[in-house]
């Protein structure tokens, strides 16, 4: 029997929230909250908790350093939570991730945070192609609106997407309350 499956919370990082460098993400504020609760609920059934981060180029938002780079504090974080970092949208492409998940004993992950269409997708199709079981928390990842489609639109379509590929998805409330 595996461990429970640990919240794994992508990309939610400052400038995803403090709208200094761009427009914040979808429901920022939401999105916060939702996740809070994930974590609240992860620490409560003793699921572990990681954290990814992406490492943008030099001048990105997203840069190694930039204001906007940290993982959003509003979301605590706690000091023994890692954070993996990844420069690419896959956050298993940092082979210290896929370590972490198979040390915790657990043949499922919970995902959560930003992009929908970029890093949660690309974690979405790698996580599956590890091997591992998932859950996307279906109202808990965002992204920005693009010319062609609003960012609810491209949260449903991608939701979908995600059930295809063989993800459960669940809201925040379900899973946390169930």
Same mark, same amino acid.
């Given at each position: 029997m595996s461990n429970p499956a640990p919240l794994i919370v992508i990309d939610l990082q400052t400038?995803? &929230?403090? +709208? %200094?460098?761009?427009?914040?993400?979808? =429901?920022?504020?939401?999105i916060a909250a939702r996740t809070r609760s994930l974590i609240d609920w992860a620490r409560r059934s003793g699921r572990k908790i990681a954290f990814v %981060?992406? =490492?943008?180029?030099?001048? =990105?938002?997203? !840069?190694?350093?930039?204001? +906007?780079?940290?993982?959003?504090?509003? $979301?605590?974080?706690?000091?023994?939570?890692?954070?993996?970092?990844?420069? /690419? %949208? *896959?956050? &298993?492409? *940092?082979?210290?991730?896929? !370590?972490?998940? !198979?040390?915790?004993?657990?043949?499922?992950?919970? $995902? @959560?945070? @930003?992009?929908?269409? &970029?890093?949660?997708?690309?974690?979405?199709? +790698?996580? #599956?192609?590890?091997? $591992?079981?998932?859950? /996307? /928390?279906?109202? @808990?990842?965002?992204?920005?609106?693009?010319?062609?489609?609003?960012? !609810?639109?491209?949260? @449903?379509?991608?939701?979908?997407? &995600?059930?295809?590929?063989?993800?459960?998805? /669940?809201?925040?409330?379900? #899973?946390?309350?169930?």
């Amino acid at each position: 029997m595996s461990n429970p499956a640990p919240l794994i919370v992508i990309d939610l990082q400052t400038n995803m &929230f403090d +709208g %200094r460098v761009e427009p914040p993400i979808y =429901d920022a504020p939401g999105i916060a909250a939702r996740t809070r609760s994930l974590i609240d609920w992860a620490r409560r059934s003793g699921r572990k908790i990681a954290f990814v %981060r992406h =490492d943008g180029p030099a001048g =990105d938002p997203l !840069a190694p350093g930039e204001p +906007g780079w940290s993982v959003w504090p509003e $979301l605590g974080q706690a000091k023994d939570e890692p954070t993996f970092s990844k420069n /690419v %949208r *896959n956050a &298993f492409s *940092n082979p210290e991730l896929g !370590a972490w998940v !198979a040390g915790q004993g657990a043949d499922e992950v919970v $995902l @959560a945070g @930003a992009q929908t269409d &970029f890093c949660i997708a690309g974690t979405v199709k +790698g996580a #599956l192609a590890e091997g $591992l079981a998932v859950t /996307v /928390v279906s109202d @808990a990842h965002s992204t920005l609106d693009t010319p062609d489609a609003t960012a !609810a639109e491209i949260i @449903a379509r991608y939701n979908a997407d &995600f059930t295809d590929a063989g993800a459960t998805l /669940v809201t925040t409330k379900a #899973l946390t309350e169930g």
